[in-house]
Nanobody, 127 residues
Framework: QLQLVESGGGLVQPGGSLRLSCAAS????????ILWFRQAPGKEREGVSC????????NYADSVKGRFTISRDNAKNTTYLQMNSLKPEDTALYYC????????????????????WGRGTLVTVSS
């Protein structure tokens, strides 16, 4: 059974850091991407960052470049999102997502391509 389990959310003060984790299981494929999205109250879901697992290439939204870093532990089949210099506008429910590819390609931050979603983990940035 395919599963994506997010963890690591919480309450942090502005300027602080959090590391989100996404543990994936229940599928076998050579080519796929792990994507992070977020959705703030009253706003549309937006792409944050992604990694093509087969190549290691990454992609970031402009709003998080230089502050967030996506990485992988292939042995654990876990993807991390290190979030530094957090701002109140980063407050959202953060979702991990799986995008399966027929052929190797870079990941893209589009909801249309997502094949499976995690349940989300809440990040609140507030003093």
């Amino acid at each position: 059974q395919l599963q994506l389990v997010e963890s690591g959310g919480g309450l942090v003060q502005p300027g602080g850091s959090l590391r989100l984790s996404c543990a994936a299981s229940g599928f076998t494929t050579n080519y796929y991407g792990i994507l992070w999205f977020r959705q703030a109250p009253g706003k549309e879901r937006e792409g944050v960052s992604c990694i093509s697992v087969h190549s290691g290439s990454t992609n970031y939204a402009d709003s998080v470049k230089g502050r967030f870093t996506i990485s992988r532990d292939n042995a654990k089949n876990t993807t991390y999102l290190q979030m530094n210099s957090l701002k109140p506008e980063d407050t959202a429910l953060y979702y991990c997502a799986l995008d399966l590819y027929v052929l190797p390609r870079p990941c893209v931050l589009l909801t249309d391509g997502v094949d499976f979603w995690g349940r989300g983990t809440l990040v609140t940035v507030s003093s």
